[in-house]
């Protein structure tokens, strides 16, 4: 297959996000169902366990529940099993990639708290004011970000799973 020939997962990821968040209303769930999909890693247990991180972990405004969503998919592709958990604390590649997401996610969004990155056109019912995010200029909607961060997850995945191919060559 030629890189023309290759599906543009980025972008299937990106409109997936954003079709999700309309049909779900659940930034955890939309992000995570955008990319079990692209990634063919289609879990329905995942997905129902994914709806309590929504509004930032049961709307409570916390962590944002698009990151939580996310960092689902990355396990889910790169975590251990319970078949290799017991034993010594290994840091799966899915620890790594969680990391480079939470630094990428708050640089991105200007925090990774719910509460903290809201649009002015979304804010949580007992924020007090602008959001910090509002402040630095880096507001955007849920849809939006759901969407940004499903394409950058994507992008991850691909890399990572072309270096496999490559190494496996």
């Known amino acids: 297959m030629t890189p023309k020939e290759k599906p543009d997962v980025e972008q299937i990821a990106y409109d997936k996000a954003r079709q999700y968040m309309k049909q779900y209303h659940s930034c955890s769930q939309g992000t995570l169902l955008a990319l079990q999909e692209t990634f063919g890693l289609e879990d329905d247990n995942v997905f129902k366990a994914a709806t309590g991180f929504a509004g930032g972990i049961g709307g409570m405004h916390d962590t944002c529940g698009i990151l939580l969503g996310a960092c689902l998919a990355l396990g889910m592709a790169y975590g251990r099993s319970s078949a290799t958990a017991p034993g010594p604390v290994v840091r799966p590649k899915a620890m790594q990639m969680t990391r480079q997401l939470y630094s990428w996610f708050a640089e991105e969004f200007g925090s990774v708290t719910c509460r903290d990155i809201r649009s002015p056109h979304n804010p949580p019912a007992d924020a007090p004011g602008p959001a ?38």
């Open 132 to 169: 910090p995010a509002q402040q630095k200029g880096k507001a955007r909607d849920c849809e939006e970000m759901a969407a940004i961060t499903a394409r950058y997850v994507a992008a991850m995945l691909r890399e990572e799973m072309e270096a496999e191919a490559n190494a496996g060559k």
